[in-house]
């Protein structure tokens, strides 16, 4: 079964960057789309970007200037940098695992709060 | 980029109820949609995927269909378990996987 946990700091002082990790066991890097989602408090998901096992990335384009999707296979995980954040970037972050191909499938981490505040 | 369109925003029902939510893209995606459930405080669900698929697990009362920029997700009999709110999200690779606003089913 796989299984997906974000970690990083809760909170983050506005102009600085946001990074978090999503660790992964159970499952193989080849041919999924490592994903995060987010959610502001109170309101629909936010789709922020994927990267596939050959290094591939795509971003939002609302986001792209200034977010970086990167890939560790050596540590079973994958990160999120977010570069000059604000109170806007305040939300639920969710890491996934989405299945190539598949439409939708995969697996979701729990989220983890970021309150970007000074 | 493709924008998804959900509608309604929030509908109140009874259990037995048939409920069914409509989700529109601006352009043709075929059948690359997937509708998410989501309850409060909980990781989004998925329920249906390729537009149609029932994930393993759902309760065969979901139902997807559509093809192209028109889909429904039906829940032909609600059950207290399925008082969530719901998301379309498109998976076309010529535009970023934008979700719908998002559809809450409330208790009548």
């Known amino acids: 079964q796989v299984q997906l946990q974000e970690s990083g700091p809760g909170l983050v002082k506005p102009s600085e960057t946001l990074s978090l990790s999503c660790s992964v066991s159970?499952?193989?890097?080849?041919?999924?789309?490592w994903s995060w989602i987010r959610q502001p408090p109170g309101k629909g998901l936010e789709w922020i970007g994927y990267?596939?096992?050959?290094?591939?990335?795509k971003y939002h384009p609302s986001l792209q200037s200034r977010v970086t999707i990167s890939l560790d296979t050596s540590k079973s995980q994958f990160s999120l940098k977010l570069t000059s954040v604000t109170a806007a970037d305040t939300a639920v972050y969710y890491c996934?695992?989405?299945?190539?191909?598949?439409?939708?499938?995969?697996?979701w981490g729990q989220g983890t709060l970021v309150t970007v505040s000074s | 980029d493709i924008q998804m369109t959900q509608s309604p925003s929030a509908l109140s029902a009874s259990v037995g109820d048939r409920v069914t939510i409509t989700c529109r893209a601006s352009?043709?995606?075929?059948?690359?949609l997937a509708w998410f459930q989501q309850k409060p405080g909980k990781a989004p669900k998925v329920v249906i995927y390729k537009a149609s698929s029932l994930e393993s697990g759902v309760p065969s009362t979901f139902s997807g269909s559509g093809y192209g920029a028109e889909f429904t997700l039906t829940i032909s009999s609600l059950q207290p378990d399925d008082f969530a709110t719901y998301y379309c999200?498109?998976?076309?690779?010529?535009?970023?996987?934008?979700f719908g606003q998002g559809t809450r089913v409330e208790m009548k």
């Open positions: 159970g499952g193989s890097f080849s041919g999924h789309h």
């Open positions: 990267i596939q096992y050959t290094g591939g990335t």
């Open positions: 996934a695992m989405l299945i190539e191909g598949a439409g939708g499938r995969g697996y």
């Open positions: 352009q043709s995606i075929g059948y690359w």
């Open positions: 999200q498109h998976y076309s690779y010529d535009s970023p996987w934008t």
